[in-house]
């Protein structure tokens, strides 16, 4: 729900805008002024979107919106340039237009209280890896660790790809689609991912990976199940609490 969340959030930014601007324009008969416009949505999408709590980079998006818009509009545009840059949107965020499942990326903090998390020599999955911003620092912390990324946006998992290449890190990075992908291999999975996969989520791992093992999903629980432990970051920041799931024996 959040892009209608977000959606709601502008457009209630450009209705204030333009309910405000509407009588000044009419009753002093004066043109619109299109650039104080885009500029005065932009600032009441940022507070809009503050006082929503919402993360730092739905603001940044929130404030620049229609100030861009109305800047691409100054110019004669290629009409193959929307294109252009839809296609290459859709390489960063497949994940957002296939499955709500955007691309925003686990930090370092997170590396280290994973790291703290499992035991010696497991085998780690994290499904949807992004650009590998969690298993990258994971490998440094935790050399003795089996890491493996899939991912199936192009552009983050060539990324991705190439930080690992550089860094020589030891790690598995796959190109592909973590639901086709099995998972009895591992002893636990990571995912940082959105409210709407995470009951299907839970059917997949709870019928291919072994009892016992373990389930690490940050920012997001899983509807109805109640997590073995929840570790809220020390900060008290809800996008960064992990819940922990332990495999049961009986199959959901
Ligand atoms: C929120 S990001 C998390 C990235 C990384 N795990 C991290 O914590 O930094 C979720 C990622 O899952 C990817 N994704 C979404 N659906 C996927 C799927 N079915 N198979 C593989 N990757 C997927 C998205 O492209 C996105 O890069």
Not at 23 to 33: G, I, M, N
Not at 91 to 110: D, E, H, M, W
Not at 208 to 224: D, H, N, W, Y
Request: hydrophobic share 50%.
């Amino acid at each position: 729900m959040t892009h209608q969340r977000q959606l709601a959030l502008q457009a209630a930014a450009a209705l204030i805008v333009l309910s405000l601007a509407w009588p000044y324009h009419y009753l002093r008969d004066t043109p619109w002024d299109w650039q104080t416009l885009a500029l005065a949505i932009g600032g009441t999408g940022l507070v809009l979107a503050h006082l929503a709590r919402q993360p730092w980079w739905w603001r940044v998006i929130h404030a620049l919106f229609a100030p861009l818009l109305w800047f691409a509009l100054q110019f004669e545009l290629p009409p193959a340039l929307p294109l252009f840059l839809f296609i290459l949107l859709f390489l960063f965020f497949r994940g957002a237009a296939n499955g709500q499942i955007p691309l925003y990326l686990s930090g370092q903090a997170t590396a280290g209280r994973i790291a703290a998390l499992l035991p010696p020599g497991s085998r780690l999955l994290d499904v949807g890896a992004g650009i590998g911003s969690l298993l990258l620092p994971l490998a440094r912390h935790r050399p003795d660790l089996h890491l493996t990324g899939i991912e199936y946006a192009p552009l983050p998992w060539l990324i991705g790809k190439g930080r690992i290449l550089i860094r020589r890190a030891p790690i598995a990075w796959r190109w592909g689609d973590f639901w086709a992908h099995p998972l009895g291999e591992y002893d636990a999975l990571y995912c940082f991912l959105s409210p709407a996969p995470m009951e299907n989520l839970w059917h997949k791992v709870t019928a291919e990976m072994r009892p016992g093992s373990l389930l690490i999903s940050k920012a997001f629980p899983i509807p109805g199940v109640s997590p073995e432990t929840v570790r809220e970051a020390a900060d008290g920041n809800p996008d960064d609490t992990l819940y922990l799931y332990r495999i049961p024996r009986e199959r959901a």
